[in-house]
């Protein structure tokens, strides 16, 4: 078993979403003891957003791929083939400016590459048989009956953003993640620590050891 793992903050050891993948990955080594697990920063390392140098190599054939169109191709390449060899994807979504983190964006756009992510012809999805466990983290409350409530745009677009890929995320979310640290929001913690501890148990039970399934 191989899992991949993905983290997209740029917050550091203060992001929650980071805390929540690393929970996850422990859960899953334990579940999986001679597993391998395969890791990206796109917080730390992010990847090049398609231009106009190189970003059209989706959409010319490959001996016409100029320099910069054939680094671009083979990048989402290596990217494809990560995500290929991966039994299950963990994939770290925090919430920036209600959106996904334009890092996310640009992984998601260097995976939908005809051929290698779908089927050209029948537009079949190359990717969707695999667990793809998305863990989305949010500083505000943004659920049923808040002010904001449908004002968080990231995980209504991941799953149409890999669509043509045949994943399908699976989210576990937790909510009013800055009510600690935000003196505003202090009457708020006890609901942030009910959603963090909501989202805390729902990942301890995606992969449980062995033993535990006895």
Do not use: C
């Not at 859960?27 to 391998?36: E, F, I, V």
Request: hydrophobic share 40%.
């Amino acid at each position: 078993m191989h899992l991949l793992h993905i983290d997209s903050s740029i917050r550091g050891d203060w992001s929650v979403s980071r805390k929540l993948t690393a929970r996850a990955v422990a859960n899953w080594r334990a579940a999986h003891p001679d597993g391998t697990v395969a890791y990206r920063d796109l917080g730390r390392d992010p990847l090049p957003h398609l231009d106009a140098d190189g970003g059209l190599a989706r959409m010319t054939p490959p001996e016409q791929h100029s320099p910069a169109q054939r680094e671009s191709w083979e990048l989402s390449e290596r990217l494809v083939d990560e995500v290929k060899q991966a039994d299950v994807v963990l994939l770290g979504l925090p919430l920036y400016n209600f959106g996904a983190p334009s890092s996310v964006k640009s992984w998601v756009d260097h995976l939908i590459v005809p051929g290698l992510a779908y089927d050209p012809t029948t537009q079949q999805g190359l990717l969707g048989d695999r667990e793809f466990v998305v863990l989305a983290t949010r500083g505000g409350g943004y659920g049923e009956g808040t002010p904001r409530n449908g004002w968080d745009h990231a995980e209504p677009w991941l799953p149409h953003g890999l669509s043509m890929t045949g994943m399908q995320p699976r989210f576990i979310s937790a909510e009013l993640t800055l009510a600690p640290s935000v003196p505003a929001m202090a009457e708020l913690i006890p609901l942030h620590e009910a959603s963090l501890a909501a989202a805390e148990k729902e990942i301890d039970n995606l992969w449980l050891p062995a033993s535990a399934q006895r």
